[in-house]
């Protein structure tokens, strides 16, 4: 105990609390550590939305990410898409335009067939129009002969007709350029001596016989046929058995009736119905032209279109 005079007595400084007894220091130290404890919970907590935070975000972050991703493979398969789509017109189109190709080059060909030359009051046989004849008329023909090719498929079909019974002869077919002239002078000259003027003797007889050139009888590929039970020329021939049987085989034979019956026909070639008159292409072409249903003209400007078309 100090004997010092300023230190009071009883145990405790000047103006201090008094000193504690053991109950009061348990309960101060249970109030520390409730405090420690509920600092420590407390960063705890804040540790933990921190990291809530943090998953949250990074949750976010892998969402967009994958949104993005995505949309990128979507724009990737668009732009396959638009890709393989161009691709495909591409190759519609080179696939087009080579068919053009091929169809234009086939018209050309067909064209060139010179079984295939266009003669008619507007077309006349070209200048270098060149071939050999055969004779193929019976014994009454005006003309006997055909260019050498038409004149065998003549005979082939006219053997064809006889071993069905049908007998057809050849009346009228190769004219040289010098007999039509002839021909036509001689029809001029029959209006001229009717009175009427040269231009109008000549527009006339042109509708009757046409001039040099431009008869296809002067390229030796038309035959004007007829039979022992009708020998002119003249439409009563579409009533005999030979027409009905070359309405069904000629066309095999590579002939066709040149000036078909009605107006639509008559309007194209500008010429009457003919059924004795047949003229010779070929028998693909004729098969061809059979098929299109058209008149000879209109599948010559049909082939002429499409060979332009490439």
Request: hydrophobic share 40%; with cysteine.
């Amino acid at each position: 105990m100090s004997n010092d005079p300023r230190r009071p007595q009883g145990g405790h400084r000047p103006g201090g609390r008094p000193p504690m007894n053991a109950a009061q220091m348990r309960r101060r130290r249970r109030q520390r550590r409730a405090r420690r404890i509920f600092h420590l919970l407390t960063r705890l907590a804040v540790l933990g939305l921190v990291a809530g935070g943090v998953v949250f975000v990074g949750s976010r972050f892998q969402i967009q990410a994958a949104r993005a991703q995505q949309a990128r493979d979507e724009a990737a398969a668009a732009s396959a898409a638009a890709a393989s789509s161009a691709a495909a017109a591409l190759h519609e189109q080179a696939a087009s335009s080579a068919a053009r190709a091929q169809a234009a080059a086939e018209a050309a060909a067909i064209l060139a067939d010179p079984r295939m030359v266009l003669v008619n009051h507007d077309t006349p046989m070209p200048e270098d129009y060149t071939f050999d004849t055969k004779e193929c008329g019976s014994s009454l023909s005006i003309n006997d002969t055909l260019q050498t090719e038409a004149a065998d498929a003549f005979l082939a079909m006219q053997a064809a007709a006889a071993a069905d019974g049908v007998t057809i002869w050849m009346q009228s077919g190769y004219r040289s350029v010098e007999y039509q002239t002839t021909l036509y002078n001689n029809k001029t000259q029959q209006y001229l001596n009717q009175g009427y003027d040269e231009a109008t003797a000549r527009q006339m007889a042109a509708n009757v016989v046409n001039p040099p050139r431009y008869s296809e009888h002067n390229c030796g590929l038309a035959a004007d046929l007829n039979c022992p039970e009708y020998t002119t020329l003249d439409e009563g021939f579409e009533n005999t058995e030979a027409f009905a049987w070359l309405c069904e085989h000629a066309v095999d034979y590579g002939f066709i009736l040149r000036y078909p019956k009605g107006e639509q026909a008559e309007a194209v070639t500008e010429i009457t119905y003919e059924p004795w008159h047949w003229r010779y292409v070929g028998p693909e072409n004729a098969a061809r032209i059979q098929a299109s249903g058209l008149i000879f003209e209109e599948y010559i400007a049909q082939l002429q279109a499409a060979a332009a078309a490439a």
